[in-house]
């Protein structure tokens, strides 16, 4: 079988690392990373081959792959796009833009549809009072588009601008013999959670950077109040999610854009957790109003139902299972507690 050629964009990031390590385990896919920095030890070798610098001026070279899949991952997260917006417009939106006209333009030269998987968020939501959050619940993919952060209006935006490459791109779908279009499939993803990676620059980050100090025995300030509650997931179900959905026939695709979630709790419980695991743990509440403001305005929780019914999605961890059988013992392991 002759294996087919992927590109992931952040590969040195926490999805992008653990993305990579999923793709070569499951073997059949030749590896091309692209990084603002260079590759870690832990995917170095799986790697064929790395372009290192800004993918913006970088995406000329991308033409000349044959591309059958492309991990759009690389971003400015949420909590650092808010302190150089317009940056991270250029990194978020450029950087996309960019790759859907490649991938687009390959699509149409070759008749072949470029698979292109883009990470979204949560951050697409945009809740306009914490009563509004509580009544809401969770919420579907439609429900409170609303974005209150330039990373979730990046997102937001990226989705539509993947669908409309993906169907409408210069109306050539009114064609008699329409050109193949690639295909565009994002995830809204929860919090994400690694046992062997930190994130940086997302908001969502309380709830890794809790748990990694009180493993580490280091005291630790939570930038978010108690009662603060959205979604997490563990990093190997964000990453079975997307080799599962770059896999589905695309008839059996109802939609573009899904949801998936896996357990939705407060920053208090997290605390709670990890004092069972560590009892010396240190962990104390002092939200910073800037990123407090950006949790509150993300949906305490999302409805999956869409993806579990037109793929089969289901999470292999539950909270109790994350921390059971995923991050403590992981954890111990890595910092021998
Ligand atoms: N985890 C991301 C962040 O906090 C949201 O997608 O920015």
Same mark, same amino acid.
């Given at each position: 079988?002759?294996?087919?050629?992927?590109?992931?964009?952040?590969? %040195?990031?926490?999805?992008?690392?653990?993305?990579?390590?999923?793709?070569?385990?499951?073997?059949?896919?030749?590896? =091309?990373?692209?990084?603002?920095?260079?590759?870690?030890?832990?995917?170095? $070798?799986?790697?064929?081959?790395?372009?290192?610098?800004?993918? =913006?001026?970088?995406?000329?070279?991308? *033409?000349?792959? &044959?591309?059958?899949?492309?991990?759009?991952?690389?971003?400015?997260?949420?909590?650092?796009? $808010?302190?150089?917006?317009?940056?991270?417009?250029?990194?978020?939106?450029?950087?996309?833009?960019?790759?859907?006209?490649?991938?687009?333009?390959?699509?149409?030269?070759?008749?072949?549809?470029?698979?292109?998987?883009?990470?979204?968020?949560?951050?697409? *939501?945009?809740?306009?009072?914490? $009563?509004?959050?509580?009544?809401?619940?969770?919420?579907?993919?439609? #429900?409170?588009?609303?974005?209150?952060?330039?990373?979730? %209006?990046?997102?937001?935006?990226?989705?539509?601008?993947? =669908?409309? *490459?993906?169907?409408?791109?210069?109306?050539?779908?009114?064609?008699?013999?329409?050109?193949?279009?690639?295909?565009?499939?994002?995830?809204?993803? +929860?919090?994400?959670?690694?046992?062997?990676?930190?994130?940086?620059?997302?908001?969502?980050?309380?709830?890794?950077?809790?748990?990694?100090?009180? !493993?580490?025995?280091? +005291?630790?300030? %939570?930038?978010?109040?108690?009662?603060?509650?959205?979604?997490?997931?563990?990093? +190997?179900?964000?990453?079975?999610?997307?080799?599962?959905?770059?896999?589905?026939?695309?008839?059996?695709?109802?939609?573009?854009?899904?949801?998936?979630?896996?357990? !939705?709790?407060?920053?208090?419980?997290?605390?709670?957790?990890?004092?069972?695991?560590?009892?010396? #743990?240190?962990?104390?509440?002092?939200?910073?109003?800037?990123?407090?403001?950006?949790?509150?305005?993300?949906?305490?929780?999302?409805? &999956?139902?869409?993806?579990?019914? &037109?793929?089969?999605?289901?999470?292999?961890?539950?909270? &109790?299972?994350?921390?059971?059988?995923?991050?403590?013992?992981?954890?111990?392991?890595? *910092?021998?507690?």
């Amino acid at each position: 079988m002759t294996e087919k050629l992927v590109l992931v964009t952040g590969a %040195c990031g926490e999805i992008g690392q653990a993305l990579v390590q999923g793709l070569a385990k499951q073997g059949g896919y030749k590896i =091309v990373t692209a990084d603002l920095a260079p590759l870690p030890e832990s995917i170095r $070798e799986m790697s064929a081959e790395h372009a290192q610098g800004d993918l =913006v001026y970088k995406i000329k070279t991308f *033409y000349d792959y &044959d591309f059958d899949v492309i991990f759009h991952l690389a971003a400015s997260l949420s909590s650092k796009a $808010e302190v150089s917006s317009e940056e991270a417009h250029r990194i978020n939106v450029e950087g996309t833009m960019q790759l859907l006209m490649m991938a687009a333009y390959r699509s149409e030269k070759y008749k072949k549809s470029v698979r292109f998987m883009f990470p979204s968020s949560i951050a697409a *939501y945009g809740m306009s009072s914490l $009563e509004e959050k509580k009544a809401k619940g969770a919420v579907k993919e439609e #429900a409170c588009n609303t974005p209150h952060t330039m990373y979730g %209006c990046n997102k937001l935006y990226c989705e539509k601008l993947g =669908v409309y *490459y993906s169907k409408y791109y210069g109306q050539k779908h009114l064609d008699e013999n329409p050109p193949h279009f690639l295909d565009f499939r994002a995830i809204r993803f +929860p919090g994400l959670i690694s046992a062997f990676t930190l994130p940086s620059g997302g908001t969502s980050d309380y709830g890794p950077e809790m748990l990694h100090a009180a !493993a580490q025995g280091k +005291p630790y300030a %939570c930038f978010v109040r108690e009662d603060t509650k959205i979604s997490f997931m563990a990093m +190997p179900d964000a990453i079975k999610s997307l080799l599962m959905l770059l896999d589905v026939p695309r008839e059996q695709l109802n939609h573009q854009v899904y949801n998936i979630a896996a357990f !939705a709790i407060t920053a208090g419980e997290f605390r709670e957790r990890a004092l069972k695991a560590f009892p010396e #743990a240190k962990i104390t509440f002092e939200p910073n109003p800037r990123r407090q403001g950006i949790v509150d305005s993300w949906p305490e929780d999302v409805d &999956d139902s869409r993806a579990r019914k &037109d793929w089969g999605w289901k999470p292999d961890y539950d909270v &109790d299972r994350f921390f059971e059988e995923y991050f403590l013992p992981e954890i111990r392991k890595r *910092y021998g507690k």
